[in-house]
């Protein structure tokens, strides 16, 4: 798992697994959920991260 913080697009990302993306669905507004040919998860970004996450900068990528 992967976590990216990008300060110039205010974009956080976790992707799960690295995979094609075959699907992609908005939750909610600002929410993106992607999905792989199998139905399962591959990553989700959050936009406008400052004002949905607590400091979006302090989070690491493993």
Do not use: C, H, W
């Not at 992967?2 to 075959?22: A, G, H, M």
């Amino acid at each position: 798992m992967n976590v990216i913080y990008d300060p110039e697009t205010d974009t956080l990302s976790i992707i799960f697994r690295k995979t094609k993306v075959s699907k992609s669905d908005e939750l909610k507004e600002g929410i993106i959920i992607d999905y792989g040919q199998d139905s399962k998860i591959v990553s989700m970004e959050i936009l406008d991260a400052s004002e949905q996450v607590s400091e979006p900068q302090g989070i690491f990528t493993n």
